[in-house]
C-alpha cells in the first residue's frame, strides 16, 4: 500500500528524470489473469486522460482481459477520473455508488479508480474510509505497474493502493491501444511546473518532463506508416517543451521536427501564453501540416486577477500575443479558456473578461466556474464571489462567446475547407463527420469511402457549434 502524500507532490528537485525503456514485462501467471474476463473503462477530464487510457487499455489486452462497452458485463471496471474541478470529482463518487450496486450482486466483480483523483490525498482518504470495498486505486505515475496492482488486490482479497507523490519518470515502453484509426494522441511532455494557483494539476501529474525528441518522432513516424493522418502533441503546457531537457531543443524544433516526417495534420494542446515564441510561431506559419489552430487559455481579462492567479502574463502580453498569431497566421482559430468567480473577482474585474473576449472574438472558449481544490494556494483565498453571481457571470459569458463562436463559423459559408472525416454522425448515421484544419466540426453528405480521408468539403450551413457541408467532387 502506497497513499498520496499533498507535501511530496508539492516538491520540486534538480533530481535527474530517468527514462525508463525496460520496466514493462508481464509473468504467465499476469497473463492469465485476464482470461475469460471482461473489463470496462470510463475516462473522465482531459486528452491527457483519454490517452492514458488507451495505455491501461493495452496493459489490460496484454493481460487477455477483453473489452466491453457496457458496466453491466464487466468483470473489472475502471474509472479514469478527473480531479480538475468539483463535478467531475462528484461525478466519480456518484459513480462509485452505482458499482457498489453491481458488486452486491457480482461478488468477484473488481472495481478501481485511477487518474488525477486517486492522486489527491483528500480522496484516498475518503476511499479508506468510506469505500474500503473498491479493489485497486492507483496513480498517474503508477500505470506501468498495474499487473502488479491487480495480481496484489486479487492475491490478498483486499484494496491495493499505489499511488506515488513523486515527481515521476518518463515511461517509453508502455504500450498503447488506439481508439481511433486516423488521428492519434502523443504524449510530448508529462506534468507541469507552472504551478497556476487555482490548478490542482502540478500536484497530480508532477514535475515538468519533456520526452526526449528521439522518442516522440519516431513514434509519429510509425503512425505515418501505419497509414494515420492526424497527431495531436500533448502536455499540460506543451510550449515549454524541452525547458527540461539538457540539450538546446525546444517546441519550434521539435515542431520542425514532426513536421518533416510527413504526417498530414500535427496539432498540439495546451499552449500557455508564457512560452509561446516568435520562432514557434514562425514554423507554425511555414509548414502547412501544421494545423492553424491553437488553444491559448486566458482564464481572465483583469490583470488584478491574472495576478491572483500566477498566470505570469497580463491581459495587454496576451493580446500583443494574439494579434502576431492572428497576423502571422492566415486562417488561424484561436480558442480558449476561461474561468469566472475567481477569489476577489469583482464586476470590474469580470466586465474586464468580456472586454477581452469582445477584443479577441475567440473562435470558441470552454468557461467554467472557480473551483476550489485542496491543497493548492487559491483554496486559501478568500472566496467572496455568491455562487449566484458565478452562475450570473458564466451565463452572460456563454452568451458573449456562443455569439462569437458563431461569427467565426459565419465566415465559412460556402468556402470549400479540408475535412477529415472520422465516422457516421451519432444523430443522423446517412451523414459523416470531422473537423477542418481549424478544428471545426463539420457534418458532410459523403460516401463511407471516405471515412479516413482528408477531402475538400463545400460549407452549406452554418450552426453555433457546427457546420453542414458537402463533399466537393
Ligand atoms: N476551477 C475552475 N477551472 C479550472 N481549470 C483548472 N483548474 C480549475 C479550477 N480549480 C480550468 C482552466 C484550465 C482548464 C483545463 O480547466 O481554465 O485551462
Ligand atoms: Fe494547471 Fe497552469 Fe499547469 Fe495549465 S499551466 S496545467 S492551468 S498549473
Same mark, same amino acid.
Given at each position: 500500500?502506497? =497513499?498520496?502524500?499533498?507535501?511530496?507532490? &508539492?516538491?520540486?528537485?534538480?533530481?535527474? @528524470?530517468?527514462?525508463?525503456?525496460?520496466?514493462?514485462?508481464?509473468?504467465?501467471?499476469?497473463?492469465?489473469?485476464?482470461?475469460?474476463?471482461?473489463?470496462?473503462?470510463?475516462?473522465?477530464?482531459?486528452?491527457?486522460?483519454?490517452?492514458?487510457?488507451?495505455?491501461?487499455?493495452?496493459?489490460?489486452?496484454?493481460?487477455?482481459?477483453?473489452?466491453?462497452?457496457?458496466?453491466? +458485463?464487466?468483470?473489472?471496471?475502471?474509472?479514469?477520473?478527473?480531479?480538475?474541478?468539483?463535478? #467531475?470529482?462528484?461525478?466519480?463518487?456518484?459513480?462509485?455508488?452505482?458499482?457498489?450496486?453491481?458488486?452486491?450482486?457480482?461478488?468477484?466483480?473488481? #472495481?478501481?479508480?485511477?487518474?488525477?483523483?486517486?492522486?489527491?490525498?483528500?480522496?484516498?482518504? +475518503?476511499?479508506?474510509?468510506?469505500?474500503?470495498?473498491?479493489?485497486?486505486?492507483?496513480?498517474?505515475?503508477? $500505470?506501468?505497474?498495474?499487473?502488479?496492482?491487480?495480481?496484489?488486490?486479487?492475491?490478498?482479497?483486499?484494496?491495493?493502493? +499505489?499511488?506515488?507523490?513523486?515527481?515521476?519518470?518518463?515511461?517509453?515502453?508502455?504500450?498503447?491501444?488506439?481508439?481511433?484509426?486516423?488521428?492519434?494522441?502523443?504524449?510530448?511532455?508529462?506534468?507541469? /511546473?507552472?504551478?497556476?494557483?487555482?490548478?490542482?494539476?502540478?500536484?497530480?501529474?508532477?514535475? !515538468? &518532463?519533456?520526452?526526449?525528441? *528521439?522518442? $516522440?518522432?519516431? %513514434?509519429?513516424?510509425?503512425?505515418?506508416?501505419?497509414?494515420?493522418? %492526424?497527431?495531436?502533441?500533448?502536455?499540460?503546457? @506543451?510550449?515549454?517543451?524541452?525547458?527540461?531537457?539538457?540539450?538546446?531543443?525546444?517546441? *519550434?524544433?521539435?515542431?520542425?521536427?514532426?513536421?518533416?516526417?510527413?504526417?498530414?495534420?500535427?496539432?498540439? @494542446?495546451?499552449?500557455?501564453?508564457? /512560452?509561446?515564441?516568435?520562432?514557434?510561431?514562425?514554423?507554425?506559419?511555414?509548414?502547412?501540416?501544421?494545423?492553424?489552430?491553437?488553444?491559448?487559455?486566458?482564464?481572465?481579462?483583469?490583470?488584478?486577477?491574472?495576478?491572483?492567479?500566477?498566470?505570469?502574463?497580463?491581459?495587454?502580453?496576451?493580446? %500583443?500575443?494574439?494579434?502576431? $498569431?492572428?497576423?502571422?497566421?492566415?486562417?488561424?482559430?484561436?480558442?480558449?479558456?476561461?474561468?469566472?468567480?475567481?477569489?476577489?473577482?469583482? %464586476?470590474?474585474?469580470?466586465? *474586464?473578461?468580456?472586454?477581452?473576449?469582445?477584443?479577441?472574438?475567440?473562435?470558441?472558449?470552454?468557461?467554467?466556474?472557480?473551483?476550489?481544490?485542496?491543497?493548492?494556494?487559491?483554496?486559501?483565498?478568500?472566496?467572496?464571489?455568491?455562487?449566484?453571481?458565478?452562475?450570473?457571470?458564466? !451565463?452572460?459569458?456563454?452568451?458573449?462567446?456562443?455569439?462569437?463562436?458563431?461569427?467565426?463559423?459565419?465566415?465559412?459559408?460556402?468556402?470549400?475547407?479540408?475535412?477529415?472525416?472520422?465516422?457516421?454522425?451519432?444523430?443522423?448515421?446517412?451523414?459523416?463527420?470531422?473537423?477542418?484544419?481549424?478544428?471545426?466540426?463539420?457534418?458532410?453528405?459523403? /460516401?463511407?469511402?471516405?471515412?479516413?480521408?482528408?477531402?475538400?468539403?463545400?460549407?452549406?450551413? @452554418?450552426?453555433?457549434?457546427? =457546420?453542414?457541408?458537402?463533399?466537393? *467532387?
Amino acid at each position: 500500500m502506497k =497513499l498520496p502524500n499533498l507535501a511530496n507532490a &508539492r516538491k520540486r528537485t534538480k533530481n535527474p @528524470v530517468e527514462v525508463i525503456t525496460d520496466n514493462y514485462k508481464l509473468t504467465n501467471d499476469m497473463k492469465k489473469l485476464g482470461l475469460n474476463r471482461a473489463y470496462y473503462i470510463k475516462t473522465y477530464g482531459c486528452q491527457m486522460n483519454e490517452h492514458d487510457t488507451e495505455k491501461i487499455k493495452a496493459i489490460l489486452e496484454d493481460m487477455n482481459f477483453y473489452e466491453v462497452d457496457k458496466m453491466e +458485463e464487466a468483470d473489472l471496471i475502471l474509472l479514469n477520473t478527473c480531479a480538475i474541478r468539483e463535478n #467531475a470529482h462528484n461525478k466519480v463518487f456518484g459513480m462509485i455508488g452505482r458499482i457498489k450496486h453491481l458488486k452486491e450482486s457480482k461478488p468477484h466483480l473488481i #472495481a478501481g479508480i485511477c487518474g488525477c483523483m486517486a492522486q489527491e490525498e483528500v480522496v484516498v482518504d +475518503e476511499i479508506l474510509t468510506k469505500y474500503k470495498w473498491l479493489d485497486i486505486v492507483f496513480g498517474t505515475h503508477n $500505470i506501468h505497474n498495474l499487473p502488479n496492482i491487480l495480481a496484489t488486490s486479487l492475491a490478498k482479497k483486499e484494496l491495493e493502493i +499505489e499511488v506515488l507523490s513523486v515527481e515521476g519518470d518518463v515511461y517509453e515502453n508502455i504500450p498503447v491501444k488506439r481508439d481511433n484509426l486516423y488521428k492519434a494522441w502523443i504524449n510530448v511532455m508529462y506534468g507541469c /511546473d507552472k504551478f497556476c494557483t487555482y490548478c490542482i494539476v502540478p500536484y497530480t501529474r508532477g514535475k !515538468q &518532463r519533456s520526452r526526449q525528441p *528521439e522518442f $516522440i518522432v519516431e %513514434e509519429v513516424q510509425t503512425l505515418v506508416n501505419e497509414g494515420y493522418q %492526424e497527431i495531436t502533441l500533448l502536455g499540460q503546457n @506543451v510550449n515549454a517543451y524541452g525547458k527540461d531537457l539538457d540539450i538546446d531543443y525546444r517546441m *519550434e524544433n521539435l515542431l520542425e521536427d514532426v513536421a518533416k516526417t510527413g504526417i498530414n495534420r500535427i496539432r498540439f @494542446v495546451t499552449s500557455h501564453p508564457w /512560452d509561446f515564441t516568435d520562432k514557434m510561431i514562425e514554423v507554425i506559419k511555414n509548414n502547412d501540416n501544421i494545423m492553424p489552430y491553437i488553444h491559448l487559455p486566458i482564464q481572465s481579462g483583469s490583470n488584478k486577477i491574472l495576478k491572483l492567479m500566477g498566470r505570469r502574463y497580463t491581459k495587454e502580453s496576451y493580446f %500583443e500575443l494574439y494579434n502576431k $498569431i492572428k497576423d502571422a497566421i492566415p486562417n488561424v482559430s484561436i480558442t480558449t479558456d476561461i474561468i469566472v468567480g475567481f477569489p476577489g473577482e469583482t %464586476e470590474e474585474d469580470f466586465n *474586464e473578461t468580456l472586454d477581452i473576449v469582445n477584443k479577441c472574438q475567440f473562435d470558441s472558449a470552454f468557461t467554467f466556474i472557480f473551483s476550489k481544490r485542496v491543497g493548492t494556494p487559491a483554496a486559501k483565498m478568500t472566496d467572496n464571489v455568491s455562487l449566484e453571481t458565478k452562475n450570473k457571470r458564466l !451565463q452572460e459569458l456563454n452568451k458573449l462567446v456562443n455569439k462569437y463562436s458563431n461569427l467565426a463559423n459565419q465566415k465559412y459559408l460556402n468556402k470549400t475547407v479540408p475535412v477529415l472525416l472520422e465516422g457516421f454522425s451519432e444523430k443522423n448515421k446517412k451523414t459523416l463527420f470531422g473537423y477542418t484544419d481549424t478544428m471545426k466540426l463539420v457534418n458532410v453528405e459523403a /460516401d463511407e469511402s471516405n471515412i479516413g480521408k482528408i477531402v475538400d468539403v463545400k460549407i452549406t450551413e @452554418v450552426k453555433t457549434w457546427s =457546420l453542414d457541408g458537402k463533399i466537393c *467532387e
